[in-house]
Each structure stands twice: as C-alpha cells, then as structure tokens.
C-alpha cells in the first residue's frame, strides 16, 4: 500500500503543478486578448471590459489557491509519510472526480487508496 501512497503523492505533484501552468498560461491569453479587445471599444464599454478583465485574473488566482496548491501539498504529504496528507487528497480526490477524463481517473485511483489503506489499518488492529 506504500507505493500506491507514493504513485499517489507523485501523481498530486505534477498535477497540480501542471493545473497551475495551465492556469497561468491561459490567464495570460485571456487578459492579452482583453487587451486588445480593450482598444477597439467605446468609452463606456471600457468600463465593463475592465470589470471583466479584473474577473479574468482573479479566477485563476482562486484556482491555483483552492486547488493547485492544496494538490502540491497533499502530494508532498503523501511523498514524507504524513498522517494527514491521504485525508487532504481524498477530499482534492473527491473534487477531481469532475475533472473528466484525468482528473476522474484519479479521484477514482485516490478514494480506492483510501479505502485500501483503512481496509489495511483495521485488519491490523
């Protein structure tokens, strides 16, 4: 159960260090493409195009918070052995599941190392 632990935390590293990436590099599209648009429209629909440009780059700034980051985390807690870390990558696990096709298959992967692991844990005890 160890390695799937591993597979696990590994599997949460370049997860959400590849949502991160891709997070970023479309904010950047997004907020150059705004820009461009920005020039080309009226006084007052500058005005809603700021509005909505400033929408376009705090969403990712929520995302990279709320899931890029705990993934990073609960990777690292699965790489060092920590108590917690499986309970934080069930809970990311439980939010991938509508993450289709990747994200599915690996909150489906993460709910059966959980489950595996306290199968394990109540055999032992």
């Known amino acids: ?12 590293v370049v997860s959400g260090s590849l949502t991160m990436l891709v997070i970023f590099g479309v904010s950047m599209l997004a907020t ?7 020039h080309n429209v009226d006084p007052q629909g500058a005005a809603i195009m700021e509005l ?7 969403l ?4 990279v918070v ?4 705990p993934s990073i985390i609960a990777g690292i807690g699965l790489l060092y052995k920590k108590s917690w870390a499986l309970i934080l990558a069930l809970i990311l696990g439980c939010f991938k599941l509508f993450s289709f096709p990747l994200g599915t298959a690996l909150g489906v992967y993460t709910i059966w190392v959980y489950a595996e692991d306290n199968k394990q844990a109540k055999q032992t005890s």
Request: charged content about 10%; hydrophobic content about 65%.
């Open 1 to 12: 159960m160890e390695n799937h632990k591993k597979i696990l935390g590994i599997l949460y």
């Open 66 to 69: 709320f899931f890029s980051i």
């Open 52 to 58: 909505v440009a400033r929408l376009l780059q705090l």
């Open 32 to 38: 150059t493409i705004m820009a461009l648009i920005a």
């Open 60 to 63: 990712p700034v929520i995302i």
